[in-house]
């Protein structure tokens, strides 16, 4: 069976403790998180957490299963079964000490129609969301200059399809 | 009326049908104890560690049917429930621990006696609820007695901070409980009950492989009409045992590490393996690959993480064991036509079992001087005519038990399956105890497993619960002594336990009744006697040091590589296959 990314994604209730038992399970079966991110969903007593993981068939199914018998997990969904859109954003602080490595990261934000949301004099911070390579392309560009530091908020996604089930009425999951 | 925090628990408890529990007080839960003290519904057993109170909570729901409780303090309190909590887990038990906690201003503040319990035990229970509002508290523990109890049970750990149990509030207890997020699918889909019918209607040598789920669920009855209406022969797991009877002629014994030979033969060479109840564990299947390579697997589970986590399935059916059952077998009474014809075809199936069941049946070297435990074993079943609860420990005792104590009823085999826990025995078997004061109940240890728990015979005594513990004393932790003589080159490496007490006196120093035998002649009148006598007993059978589980699959290999004991190394000649002819089966028709 092949390995492959799948990004995962899990409503659950707002709780505290919630992530860390969605955590503590990956942990626990040592499944592997590539990425994970959190936050409140369109019902202010749910949260949206999104995961980024790899593995075979098997594992997949395993991950989405044993997901679905935490008692706080409303509903899974593996995103690799639809269309789905995925986006993060980065913020990358670079050197920018002189001159000229003002105006070479001017041009490669502006190239990627990214942002400088800061500038102090000897560092610029720079904004950009998009997918994975995008983020990873500007990166490269950047490098060359001095990175100082760079944040990343991790993967969030989205199935493309409009969602036939409204929210949380007839979210029909097997548990035990 | 406005209640304390701690009423509000004891009500709430008492709302459920708790009338035990088993637990120590401690600095945060002194409210609690102080409301159940005056609580004459409510029997208090005060155990002398929090790990013999789990497992006592624990024991009491296998014998029962009912969720066990324990009440402990909070920090070192709860962090003794551990081990307890996680052999309840591993083996699907119905329990809920209430720990107490530092007030809620003082969480976090590594306060006296503070531990994070709900961290500790986030991945060895069900779920765990801190509760930080007195209003909360009933909610709580509604949720708590119903997760525990439904679906896959397990156990549900509560965190009640001091504070909480003093706040005063008004008491409503929920009529029920909706969780969203929580729904158990508890009736199997019709399609693949349909299709699972037809499977084993087609197959010619079906297995059925039967776990504690049969147990949980109370789907003995149902097990047993599907095993005789299909002449298919049952081979239950450690857990599975008294799941159907094990006096039944279509009982195989036990299948795995320490199976039987016809089971695991049987299981192996199937064409059909009807697993019920029962999650495919390494103990259980050996080598995967190897386990029952041509066989196609129906299996029946409520938790559907258990469905293809070690093996692959063909008809997967997600439900209560139970409802599961009544389905399947109205399914297959419909195939009614049928059965004389699939009886015919497996006529050759049944006399191949009845060959491997006549090769290697379960046999030891008996001895008139050194007393074998199987011995033991077999003694007890014969004198108590297999009317008792037994308790184990774990180790080579569990195994003997497992293999020669035929279990006929449910929820009279309580053992440490998945976790594996010494020490589990002696409190589970007063648990037992505490559920049914009539019954006869004997926990079964070996002399390393009994000292780990010990001291709770002292709750025995203190609380008039007669347990009977039989020591199988061999000086050694026994299974770690076999597993280093057949593959550690006889290194026997920390697993000779030396100086050990002497248990008569021991029991004696607790106020129990000790007894002893070292001759097989001077077993029975021991046994005797201790069933006699209405107090706890604790006899200390001095065992064949040299004695081993046989037959065993090693580690990592395959069900049908058994090795056997020494008296077995050449198969003995197959007068089995003369007997074939005699007679084609001695099952029911």
């Known amino acids: 069976m092949s390995v492959s990314q799948h990004i995962i994604s899990i409503l659950v209730e707002n709780k505290f403790g919630v992530l860390s038992r969605v955590a503590g399970l990956f942990s626990g079966r040592g499944f592997n998180i590539d990425s994970i991110s959190v936050g409140p969903s369109v019902e202010p007593s749910t949260s949206q957490i999104t995961i ?18 935490l008692i706080d997990v409303i509903k899974v969904v593996d995103l690799a079964e639809k269309d789905y859109l995925v986006r993060e954003t980065a913020l990358i602080k670079i050197h920018t000490s002189r001159a000229e490595d003002r105006s070479e990261a001017l041009r490669i934000t502006e ?30 560009l950047l490098r060359p200059l001095g990175i100082r530091e760079i944040v990343r908020t991790g993967k969030i996604a989205i199935a493309r399809e409009e969602v036939k089930v409204p929210a949380l009425l007839e979210v029909k999951r097997v548990k035990a | 009326m406005k209640l304390s925090g701690a009423e509000i628990l004891i009500e709430s408890l008492k709302k459920e049908g708790v009338d035990t529990v088993f637990g120590i007080p401690g600095g945060v839960v002194l409210q609690i104890f102080d409301v159940l003290c005056n609580e004459k519904d409510i029997k208090f057993i005060l155990t002398r560690h929090e790990q013999g109170a789990t497992h006592a909570a624990d024991g009491y729901a296998r014998a029962s049917g009912k969720p066990g409780v324990a009440i402990v ?8 429930t551990v081990t307890g909590i996680a052999t309840a887990h591993m083996d699907s038990i119905p329990l809920i621990v209430i720990t107490g906690q530092v007030a809620t201003k003082m969480i976090g503040n590594d306060a006296f006696q503070e531990a994070d319990i709900v961290g500790i035990t986030r991945p060895c229970t069900k779920y765990n609820f801190l509760v930080k509002d007195a209003d909360d508290l009933a909610n709580t523990v509604k949720e708590a007695f119903y997760i525990a109890k439904t679906g896959r049970p397990g156990p549900v750990l509560i965190d009640i901070p001091k504070d909480v149990s003093s706040a005063k509030t008004e008491f409503i207890y929920p009529d029920k409980v909706s969780l969203r997020s929580y729904s158990p699918t508890y009736h199997g889909n019709k399609w693949q ?42 081979a239950l797991t450690l857990m599975g045992l008294g799941g159907f009877p094990g006096t039944h002629p279509l009982f195989l014994g036990m299948l795995g590490m320490h199976g039987t030979y016809a089971a695991n033969m049987a299981v192996h060479e199937s064409d059909l393996v009807i697993a019920i109840g029962a999650r495919f564990d390494d103990r259980v299947t050996g080598k995967v690959t190897e386990f029952a390579p041509r066989a196609k697997f129906i299996h029946i589970d409520i938790d559907p993480t258990n469905i293809r986590k070690n093996i692959h399935v063909d008809i997967p059916i997600v439900g209560d064991v139970r409802n599961v059952l009544i389905e399947l077998n109205k399914e297959l009474h419909l195939l009614e036509g049928q059965r004389a014809e699939w009886n015919a075809d497996r006529k050759p199936w049944h006399a191949q079992i009845e060959d491997w069941e006549d090769e290697h049946p379960l046999s030891y070297k008996k001895s008139s001087r050194k007393i074998k435990p ?79 728990n010990s001291q709770e015979i002292a709750t025995a005594v203190a609380n008039n619960l007669p347990v009977k513990v039989a020591i199988l004393n061999n000086g050694s932790l026994g299974m770690v002594r076999q597993w280093q003589e057949l593959f550690f080159n006889r290194h026997y490496a920390g697993s000779i336990l030396g100086n050990t007490p002497d248990y008569v006196k021991l029991a004696e120093a607790y106020g129990a009744v000790g007894l002893r035998a070292v001759t097989t002649s001077e077993v029975e009148a021991v046994i005797k006697e201790a069933i006699s006598i209405k107090r706890p007993v604790i006899m200390d059978f001095v065992v064949d040091p040299e004695e081993n589980v046989f037959p065993m699959v090693p580690a990592g290999g395959g069900n049908c590589d058994m090795i056997f004991g020494p008296e077995e190394k050449t198969r003995p000649e197959k007068e089995a296959r003369q007997k074939k002819d005699k007679s084609n089966s001695v099952l029911p028709a």
């Open chain 1, 52 to 69: 980024v993981t790899m593995g075979d068939e098997r594992i997949i199914e395993q991950i989405t299963k044993q997901l679905n018998k």
């Open chain 2, 193 to 234: 009950i349909k299709q699972a019918a037809q499977a084993i209607a087609k197959s010619k040598r079906p297995v059925i492989y039967a776990g504690g789920g049969v147990i949980l669920s109370n789907a003995h009855k149902e097990l047993a009409e599907m095993a005789e209406f299909n002449r298919i022969h049952v």
């Open chain 2, 73 to 80: 303090t909070s920090g070192p309190g709860a962090t003794n």
């Open chain 1, 111 to 140: 190239i990627f129609r990214a942002r400088v949301v800061d500038s102090t004099p000897a560092t610029y911070t720079i904004e950009i969301t998009g997918d994975e390579n995008r983020i990873e392309a500007i990166i490269n």
């Open chain 2, 374 to 452: 199987q011995y033991v074993i077999e003694k007890i079943y014969e004198l108590t005519g297999g009317d008792a609860i037994i308790s184990t420990d774990v180790g080579q005792h569990q195994m003997w038990v497992a293999q020669y104590f035929k279990f006929d009823q449910p929820r009279t085999c309580l053992t440490s399956g998945g976790l594996g826990t010494m020490g589990f025995g002696l409190p589970a078997a007063m648990g037992a105890q505490a559920a049914w004061p009539d019954k006869l109940v004997f926990n079964f240890a070996g002399d390393g497993s009994f000292q780990m």
